[in-house]
């Protein structure tokens, strides 16, 4: 059965190419990995899968999204997946916009 949904996902804005991203740990023992997609705009089309992230075990997970253009506005769904290849096909969209 797929994941619960990512739990307080958020984007820290530091930098001018640089988003960090980050949620709370899925709590489910056969978690594989997360799927993280990136759009323009809140009802983007998820196509392409912008980065796989393993699980690092710690209490909030993380991912940096680098080279992006200064002054945009980026949205993102992550999904938690299993060993099997059930996604849970539900996410919060959040956005983070670099600075100029």
Same mark, same amino acid.
């Given at each position: ?13 530091? &930098? %001018? ?8 740990? %899925? ?20 196509? %392409? ?6 699980? &690092? ?9 680098? %080279? ?22 539900? &996410?919060?969209?959040? &956005? ?5």
């Amino acid at each position: 059965s797929p994941h619960a949904v990512v739990e307080e996902p958020g984007v820290i804005k530091r &930098s %001018n190419d640089k988003l960090f991203l980050y949620w709370r740990k %899925n709590q489910e023992p056969d978690l594989a990995r997360y799927v993280i997609y990136r759009g323009d705009s809140p009802d983007f089309a998820l196509v %392409n899968p912008l980065a796989i992230v393993e699980p &690092s075990g710690k209490f909030l997970e993380m991912f940096v999204d680098q %080279n992006l253009e200064p002054g945009r506005e980026y949205f993102y769904r992550i999904f938690p997946e299993d060993h099997a290849g059930h996604r849970q096909t539900q &996410s919060p969209i959040v &956005s983070g916009r670099t600075t100029k």
